[in-house]
């Protein structure tokens, strides 16, 4: 059974760091990219990173890029999401996502192409 189990959320003060993990089981993560997305109340669920297999190839919205990074351990099964200077605005719940294809594509950030989710984990900044 392919799963996803998304950790390390909390509440954490504008500036403040978070890493998220984001632990697959029922596949090997070696062959598969990975997106993360998060959504926020009363907004749509937005992509922010996705990392491919092949080449280890890492894209970011322009929302992130610079604080936030991707990275993976396929021996470890895990992607990771470090996030550096939090803001207010990244308040939301983070939920990573695989499509089961090697490559994030330039259409990385469209949710509709995703169809294994992880249950998501919240994000709140606040002092």
């Known amino acids: 059974q392919v799963q996803l189990v998304e950790s390390g959320g909390g509440l954490v003060q504008p500036g403040g760091s978070l890493r998220l993990s984001c632990a697959v089981s029922?596949?090997?993560?070696?062959?598969?990219?990975i997106g993360w997305f998060r959504q926020a109340p009363g907004k749509e669920r937005e992509g922010i990173s996705c990392?491919?297999?092949?080449?280890?190839?890492?894209y970011y919205a322009d929302s992130v890029k610079g604080r936030f990074t991707i990275s993976r351990d396929n021996a470890k099964n895990t992607v990771y999401l470090q996030m550096n200077s939090l803001e207010p605005e990244d308040k939301a719940v983070y939920y990573c996502?695989?499509?089961?294809?090697?490559?994030?594509?330039?259409?990385?950030?469209?949710?509709?192409?995703?169809?294994?989710w992880g249950q998501g984990t919240q994000v709140t900044v606040s002092s």
């Open positions: 996502a695989t499509d089961l294809r090697a490559l994030c594509g330039s259409r990385w950030h469209a949710f509709s192409r995703y169809h294994v």
């Open positions: 029922g596949f090997t993560l070696d062959y598969y990219a």
């Open positions: 990392i491919s297999s092949s080449d280890g190839s890492t």
